[in-house]
């Protein structure tokens, strides 16, 4: 897709987030969660072929959703965050960030978020953004990158780095802009890896709607299954669904594959 194209998917993620989020509240709704994602393939179920994507739209919290904010809660809760000298102010419509003191070192103003406590996101970010192994793509405002737990191959995570961004709608115009070049980058790769439309499942994660502490840090998550070529998946099974998943290949090696491949489109080249 081009970018204009990429940038319009994105400003129409945010208009459906709110949306939906006001379905919510006009039903009396106290709990509730958007979940927007996307299944490309036969591989991950995909029964179209066309590109499209969905929005389910609940009056709870699903799990994975609950289990990430009970993290974030207890991280919040116990680490204090320092205030960094020369910050910047975070820009309108969002919280500035915080990286448990190593943001000092991450090229952007940011200081500490909800009353002085620091985001488990904002503080993985900086060290990943600090680290570079793990990292696929990365522009000013958001970073692609393999994160260490990945269970995929191919895994990988989409966050920003430079503030504490709670959900889609919070985005500035240039960290829309941004996103949408970081996800074109990241597909790019994805399909020339192996030469093929590379199938995933992807979707992003951020507040729901009872959400008023500013807890939540959006991100992406993007579960592809290929693992040596575009017919050779990865399958969890025996060992990996009864004991412990088992990577094929390190975080650092599949980052650095991903990097390898050429960010033109391999139609294009």
Not at 88 to 97: D, F, H, I, L, N
Not at 235 to 247: D, S
Request: include cysteine; charge should be negative; glycine fraction near 6%.
């Amino acid at each position: 897709m081009p970018l204009p194209a990429v940038e319009a998917v994105v400003k129409k993620w945010g208009e459906v987030y709110e949306s939906e989020l006001q379905f919510l509240q006009d039903t009396g709704a106290t709990e509730g969660y958007v979940q927007i994602f996307e299944n490309r393939g036969a591989m991950m179920g995909a029964s179209a072929p066309h590109p499209h994507g969905q929005v389910w739209t609940l009056d709870y919290v699903p799990d994975e959703v609950s289990t990430e904010l009970e993290h974030f809660r207890q991280y919040a809760e116990t680490h204090k965050a320092p205030a960094v000298e020369g910050t910047t102010t975070a820009p309108e419509g969002g919280k500035s960030c915080c990286n448990g003191g190593v943001c000092a070192e991450v090229p952007a103003g940011q200081t500490p978020n909800r009353d002085g406590h620091a985001c488990l996101l904002c503080t993985y970010a900086a060290a990943e953004y600090l680290d570079k192994s793990r990292i696929v793509v990365q522009n000013e405002h958001w970073l692609a990158l393999v994160p260490f737990w990945a269970v995929w191959p191919y895994e990988t995570l989409v966050l920003p780095y430079r503030r504490h961004i709670p959900n889609l709608s919070q985005l500035t115009a240039a960290e829309s802009t941004s996103l949408a070049e970081v996800l074109q980058a990241l597909l790019v790769r994805y399909d020339g890896l192996f030469s093929c439309p590379f199938p995933y499942s992807m979707g992003v994660h951020q507040s729901p709607l009872s959400d008023t502490e500013g807890l939540s840090h959006v991100h992406f998550h993007f579960y592809p299954p290929l693992l040596r070529s575009a017919t050779v998946r990865k399958f969890l099974v025996g060992f990996e669904m009864l004991g412990e998943v088992q990577r094929d290949l390190s975080p650092e090696q599949a980052a650095e594959k991903l990097r390898a491949v050429s960010a033109t489109h391999y139609l294009d080249q």
